[in-house]
């Protein structure tokens, strides 16, 4: 019994003991991540990139990382590994690493290039119409095996007529409202009642991302100009003296547009809204054989316009060519300069001109090429949604049939397979 006691204290205070200095402290318990929405986006990634979780100061909870490690790295550092990232998926993984991080990723200064592709977007449509519950398909790239199925409530119970894509938000109008839905997630948002019928729309324009304080809808119309700026009540509606405006890109902050008949304007928003149009003077031998509406595309530095151009006699059997011309701001007036080929550039465009057109630099760093032009297909098999085309080689028949019957209804269109890069790419100053 004697034993038994003496035991049971020396038990006793070895529990009662501190815990020696070179002993490691368990680690501290990790917060399991919210789960996701359900109620704005259908579900997900099939095999999501791995993340970090931080606590509210910004570092990760890591015990190996130590503290504020993440935090703690500079800015110039930052914007270094984010002009490395060659998919959208690391991407994500980047800014969903810590606070810090994301408000670094906010201001990715214009020096730098993204050098990771948009992602292709494939709508399940029915007639031409959006479905009831309408679903689309998102693929990366760089990373075909993480497909994101999204899905968004019904838009409106009245038929529906799409207007183009910008800053990450598929635009839509019926016969009293706009539409603005976000590719990634599927949320929406309503602007003010319009004033006059939407079915006389025929293309719509997100100047900048929602978040910002500059950020306004323009809609066109064969007549008229329609300006919201987000978070006021009303719109603004100017008369269009021209040609409709077929598409707009965004270069070197300025707003850049081409009309139906290849005319190149200046869109100013303030004070108030205005479209000047812009001498150029265009190369002898640009305009042989039949043409289909060219794409404007910002790459890097240069401003480009990219021409598919048919022999009249062979369209229907032949291969057409995709020609690309430099806008030269050297001289006045500008002129378009022919290019050979593109270097290290890769092209990313759609056969609606209402939507984004984008450029990739390196892309052999995701798997791509450069001196290609990424097109989406028409083809149902999901292992090849687009098409690649080197530049100065044939263009398949199929492509540029499918190009030439788009532009000629582009103010009507239904949405198609196009490219995009989600809101919370566009919301980067670039």
């Not at 003991?17 to 789960?35: G, H, I, K, L, T």
């Not at 999501?48 to 509210?56: I, L, N, Y």
């Not at 707003?255 to 265009?282: G, K, Y």
């Not at 401003?303 to 032949?318: A, E």
């Amino acid at each position: 019994m004697a034993g038994g006691s003496s035991r049971r204290r020396r038990r006793s205070r070895l529990r009662a003991r501190p815990p020696q200095a070179d002993e490691p402290s368990p680690p501290p318990p990790v917060a399991a991540p919210a789960p996701a929405s359900l109620g704005i986006r259908e579900s997900a990634v099939e095999e999501g990139p791995s993340k970090r979780t931080c606590d509210a100061s910004g570092s990760t909870s890591s015990p190996s990382s130590g503290s504020h490690a993440w935090d703690n790295l500079l800015d110039s550092m930052l914007h270094q590994i984010i002009a490395l990232i060659s998919s959208f998926h690391d991407f994500l993984a980047f800014t969903g690493t810590c606070r810090s991080w994301r408000a670094v990723a906010s201001s990715f200064p214009s020096v730098y290039t993204f050098t990771f592709p948009p992602l292709h977007l494939k709508p399940d449509i029915s007639h031409g119409i959006l479905n009831s519950n309408p679903k689309w398909k998102l693929v990366d790239p760089a990373k075909k095996a993480l497909s994101l199925r999204c899905s968004v409530p019904r838009i409106t119970p009245c038929r529906t007529r799409y207007l183009g894509c910008s800053n990450g938000y598929l635009i839509f109008s019926d016969r009293e409202h706009c539409h603005l839905v976000d590719v990634y997630t599927g949320a929406k948002v309503k602007p003010p009642k319009l004033q006059s019928d939407g079915n006389s729309l025929i293309y719509g324009l997100l100047v900048a991302p929602l978040s910002s304080p500059n950020s306004h809808l323009i809609l066109f119309s064969k007549t008229s100009i329609l300006q919201w700026q987000v978070g006021t009540n009303s719109w603004t509606e100017y008369p269009l003296v021209g040609e409709p405006i077929l598409q707009v890109v965004f270069f070197k902050g300025q707003v850049f547009a081409m009309d139906f008949v290849q005319r190149l304007h200046t869109i100013h928003i303030v004070p108030q809204l205005s479209i000047q149009e812009v001498a150029v003077v265009w190369e002898e031998g640009m305009l042989v054989g039949l043409h289909s509406k060219p794409w404007l595309v910002v790459c890097g530095d240069m401003l480009l316009l990219v021409d598919l151009s048919v022999s009249m006699d062979l369209l229907f059997g032949f291969p057409g060519t995709f020609q690309i011309f430099r806008l030269d701001f050297s001289d006045e007036p500008a002129k378009w300069v022919k290019m050979q080929k593109l270097d290290n550039w890769a092209l990313f465009l759609a056969n609606d001109r209402r939507t984004s057109t984008f450029s990739c630099m390196n892309p052999e760093r995701w798997g791509g090429k450069s001196n290609y032009i990424y097109v989406p297909t028409a083809s149902e098999d999901d292992d090849e949604p687009w098409t690649a085309i080197k530049v100065g080689q044939p263009v398949p028949s199929s492509t540029h049939r499918m190009s030439f019957s788009s532009a000629a209804t582009a103010h009507s269109s239904p949405l198609n397979s196009l490219w995009v890069l989600p809101n919370l790419v566009c919301g980067v100053q670039l």
